[in-house]
């Protein structure tokens, strides 16, 4: 089992940046790569961000690319998720995920454990 606790979610206004955090615990001895999916009200889970498990690889939807960043930090099994340039459409609960195994996955059925969620609200 593989626990994750997310942090940082808020409201700001459009254009401001948030750093959203994931702190992983549990069965964090295995490899395990580490994501970020988003579900906004009244729209269905949606890939946002993955890395590999030594964070070699990284992943983006194209509607984040250019504006997040993700990376990891193992000694700290914590996942970090830098937003800039937010918009109101970004207005969503993220979901810290978690795959066992080295690579990340971008299908929400294929995810191993997930958080419990944070809001984050984007006004325009």
């Known amino acids: 089992q593989v626990q994750l606790v997310e942090s940082g979610g808020g409201l700001v206004q459009a254009g401001d940046s948030l750093r959203l955090s994931c702190a992983a615990s549990?069965?964090?001895?295995?490899?395990?790569?580490l994501g970020w999916f988003r579900q906004a009200p009244g729209k269905e889970r949606e890939f946002v961000a993955g890395?590999?498990?030594?964070?070699?690889?990284?992943y983006y939807a194209d509607s984040v690319k250019g504006r997040f960043t993700i990376s990891r930090d193992n000694a700290k099994n914590t996942m970090y998720l830098q937003m800039s340039s937010l918009r109101p459409e970004d207005t969503a609960v993220y979901y810290c995920?978690?795959?066992?195994?080295?690579?990340?996955?971008?299908?929400?059925?294929?995810?191993?454990?997930w958080g419990k969620g944070t809001l984050v609200t984007v006004s325009s």
């Open positions: 995920a978690c795959r066992m195994g080295v690579e990340f996955t971008t299908q929400p059925e294929a995810i191993n454990y």
């Open positions: 549990g069965r964090t001895s295995s490899a395990y790569a």
């Open positions: 890395i590999s498990w030594r964070g070699g690889s990284t």
